[in-house]
């Protein structure tokens, strides 16, 4: 701001003296508590006080409180104070906050070592989360006469007035050229024409510009009435001199006073409705609520009636809809508001329907112009085109008669939706000065409308990277029954590091994780991709817990300084009937025992974060029993901002006991106890697992010996086995593909033995274990063969390496079709 506004130039500094002076200007922020949290050089220049001093002082005490009166009978180069355009309110009533609206004034106060200063003042209420309640500018007025050396000359005004053909600039205020010309050095987007209009509106009306960028239509304050501000400045000097003289104001003068006042009043009126509108519309980013906001906002103050059209991609929270709109262009009635007796116009223009415009109606006009349309009274004709495009419903009754503005609802020169707009017939037509002001209401309910679009947008875009990056966990495992959750964060973004996470692993065991990368947004998402993909790699190797977590840390040390993450590595065997577990600085597991359903945090070594480098892991083992849940989560379910995370824990530890009647009832009730706290900000991961085990009766094992002798014999128990479990279905399959496996570890494979297993489950596994860490492959000339048919055969197949060797499996579903 200071570099754009707060700026000195020596008198008739530029290229050859022509250029006019620049006038510093006071920048002043006041805190909601009227403590002065910026002050700027140009203020200490004016006021007289140094930043140091004045930083955390009362305002009240710095600035000018008080509206300035001339002296006895002084004439200013203005005309007399009273003629002052921005009369108003002193600057206290800005100051003390009973004003929230833009203010302007005049005022004089003494300043230490100066004569007394005459100042311009503007005050313009900030609205945001911050401390920041008001900002102040401020001029010494004497620096604008025209009679200053430095003051702008009427040279300037001239070559203005040859660049922006008509705009009457405000030339009764002094220094409104050199504005207008500096701006776009300050701007370099900036045409001519909106600086002209900027300064038009500050400086005639008192009223910012909040925002103003090179591709969007942003509002800035219609300048009506200013092509008489030249005839009005000569009114005004005339009145100076007749004052001057002590000579009554002619009654002309006193009459266009008087109509000048009442087409003030009505601009100010419109303004108070658009700062009034600004502050109803864009409190949320919920694309809904801010089309209710925005369709509100307008009824019944400036309009009866007001439907909203959106393009379809902005209905669905796409990206920002391409090309111009044509006669195909769906548009998606999302709003009605009226001030009609209740349900008249549901049945005929129903919320949510879409429909095309034809090119000859002024919607189709407005959508392709970007520009407003008004149609004073829609007369028989007009409403009967109109009816027509509403197929078998009659609408003439609703809109014939009444006064109609189309406005665009645009961003970045896009048209995003429109907005119908009907008066009654006993209220005041449409007139330009409701045009104006429906296009600025129309801009910012555009950029308000955008911004929930990009947000929503942004948002689904999240969700699906989020969804993408997280693993499709089977319902159900060997050996035990999983069920998972995820909850995204609450903070902007909604993308986090949390994961959870399930591996299939040799001897029907699974491998159950659940991490937590430090940090949230797009990073904190592709760390966690990058650590999972690398922990299902790790664990296909079938590494010990706490070995994948010495591993897992080692590579996130290689990939950066940054890599930071908490994990929880379990692997149940549910034929042995126990847990392995390690922990890498997460939060510990909850087990429910089913004997008597009670709950507690598992005793594990915490172990440091992934990442940090240098410190051992540790692995637990746990007997469990069949039927005893395991419940995994991370931080973000238990830990609450100002709450202590043994509340969380002891919490999660009452409701995974809770009876359930199912899996996703117990997430659900662990869900339901801990979300409902409120606070929580961060992304939630839970993964639940009840340890069904699987009995030794579903078990059956042989060692057989490296001769080719056994793969008969691997034959014959295997068929044996399946009938004795009334799968003799599966006779034929098992028995090939168990006799190409063996035939291969027989042959090719190192040590003594060859281990053969079956499992029944919900799927009938068979495992062959060697001694030989060589994996074989399709392609191999050795193995090539008999893989091939198992995987034909097989429901699925795969081979991993063990610390002893390695086991080829593969699996057939043993349920009937």
């Known amino acids: 701001m200071d570099r754009g506004t707060e700026t000195d130039a020596p008198p008739g500094g530029g290229a050859g003296g022509d250029a006019a002076g620049r006038i510093p200007l006071a920048v002043v922020v006041v805190d909601r508590g009227g403590l002065v949290s910026h002050w700027s050089s140009g203020a200490r220049r004016l006021f007289g006080a140094a930043k140091s001093e004045a930083i955390g002082r009362p305002a009240l005490d710095l600035l000018p409180v008080s509206g300035a009166l001339p002296e006895d009978d002084e004439i200013t180069p203005y005309g007399a104070y009273a003629a002052y355009d921005g009369l108003g309110p002193g600057l206290e009533s800005s100051l003390d906050g009973r004003l929230n609206y833009p203010a302007a004034g005049r005022a004089r106060l003494t300043v230490p070592g100066r004569d007394r200063v005459d100042v311009l003042w503007w005050a313009y209420p900030l609205v945001g989360p911050g401390q920041e309640r008001l900002l102040v500018l401020a001029a010494d007025a004497e620096r604008l006469r025209p009679d200053m050396p430095d003051a702008p000359d009427d040279r300037t005004a001239e070559a203005f007035e040859r660049i922006a053909p008509g705009f009457a600039l405000h030339t009764d205020f002094p220094g409104a050229e050199e504005l207008a010309r500096k701006l776009p050095e300050i701007l370099p987007s900036m045409s001519v024409d909106d600086g002209a209009r900027i300064v038009g509106q500050v400086l005639e009306l008192g009223y910012p510009v909040l925002e103003f960028s090179q591709s969007d239509r942003v509002p800035v304050t219609p300048d009506w009435g200013v092509a008489r501000r030249t005839e009005r400045k000569a009114r005004r000097e005339r009145a100076a001199r007749a004052l001057a003289q002590g000579l009554p104001l002619p009654e002309e003068l006193a009459a266009d006073d008087e109509g000048e006042d009442l087409e003030y009043a009505a601009v100010r009126e419109h303004l108070e409705f658009l700062n009034e509108v600004s502050g109803k519309i864009g409190t949320s980013l919920d694309l809904a609520q801010t089309i209710t906001e925005v369709s509100r906002a307008v009824v019944p103050r400036f309009t009866d009636v007001a439907g909203t059209y959106l393009r379809e991609q902005v209905v669905a ?27 008249r116009w549901d049945d005929v223009v129903p919320v949510g329907e879409a429909m095309p415009f034809p090119a000859h109606t002024p919607f189709f006009q407005c959508m392709t112009s ?21 197929e078998k419903r009659d609408i003439r009754p609703l809109i014939t008669g009444r006064s109609m503005l189309v406005v665009p609802l645009k961003a970045r020169d896009v048209v995003l939706g429109f907005m119908i707009l009907l008066r009654h017939p006993e209220r005041p037509v449409f007139n330009d000065m409701d045009r104006v002001t429906g296009a600025e209401l129309a801009a910012r309910a555009g950029l308000v409308l955008d911004n929930a679009r990009m947000y929503t947008y942004q948002e689904s875009v999240a969700e699906t990277l989020q ?10 495992m060997a050996g035990c029954d999983i069920a998972t959750r995820y909850l995204p964060g609450t903070l902007l973004g909604r993308v986090g590091g949390d994961w959870f996470d399930s591996v299939k692993l040799p ?41 994948l977590l010495r591993s897992l840390d080692d590579l996130a040390q290689r990939l950066g300084d940054t890599y930071l993450a908490t994990c929880l590595y379990a692997v149940y065997d549910p034929i042995g009937s126990e847990l392995h577990l390690a922990n890498a600085g997460h939060i510990p ?21 992934i990442g940090v480098g240098g410190v051992p892991f540790e692995s637990v ?18 830990e609450v901002r100002g709450e202590d995370i043994g509340v969380g824990l002891a919490t999660l530890c009452e409701s995974a006991a809770h009876p359930a009647a199912s899996m996703d009832d117990a997430c659900d009730t662990i869900i339901r106890a801990l979300n409902t706290r409120g606070g929580r900000k961060d992304d939630v991961a839970l993964l639940m697992a009840r340890l069904g085990g699987i009995a030794p009766e579903d078990v059956a094992e042989w060692r057989l010996a490296r001769d080719p002798i056994e793969v008969g014999r691997a034959r014959a128990v295997v068929r044996e086995q399946l009938h004795d479990w009334d799968l003799a279905r599966l006779t034929d399959p098992a028995e090939l593909m168990v006799s190409e496996l063996v035939t291969n570890a027989v042959r090719h494979a190192h040590g003594r033995h060859v281990q053969l297993r079956l ?25 090539g063969r008999g893989l091939r048919v198992v995987s034909t055969l097989a429901r699925e197949w795969g081979a991993s390496r063990t610390s002893a060797g390695k086991t080829v499996w593969f699996e057939l579903s043993s349920r009937r079709r």
Not at 370 to 390: D, K, M, N, T
Not at 528 to 536: C, K, S
């Open 317 to 343: 929270g796409e990206g920002f809809p391409d090309g111009v709109p044509d006669t195909t262009t769906l548009w998606h009635r999302v709003a009605v508001e009226h001030t009609d007796e209740p349900g």
């Open 370 to 390: 970007g520009e407003p349309v008004l149609v004073p009274r829609i007369s028989e004709q007009a409403g009967h085109a109109i009816a027509a495009q509403f």
């Open 467 to 476: 969804d993408s990056m997280l693993p499709h966990i089977p319902r159900r």
């Open 507 to 547: 001897g029907a065991r699974t491998a159950l994780v659940v991490g937590d990368v430090m940090g949230h947004g797009l990073n904190s998402a592709a760390m966690m991709g990058q650590l999972r993909t690398a922990v299902q790699t790790m664990a296909a190797l079938d590494l010990p817990p706490a070995q």
């Open 589 to 609: 597991p909850v087990l429910v025992r089913a004997a008597d359903g009670r709950s507690g945090l598992l005793d594990l070594p915490t172990g440091a974060p």
């Open 621 to 638: 083992c746990v007997r469990v029993e069949p039927g005893d849940r395991l419940v995994m989560c991370t931080d973000g379910l238990v």
């Open 759 to 783: 499992v029944r489950g919900d799927t009938l596994l068979c495992e062959v274990d060697d001694e030989d860490q060589t994996l074989p492959t399709l392609l191999s000339a050795e193995c």
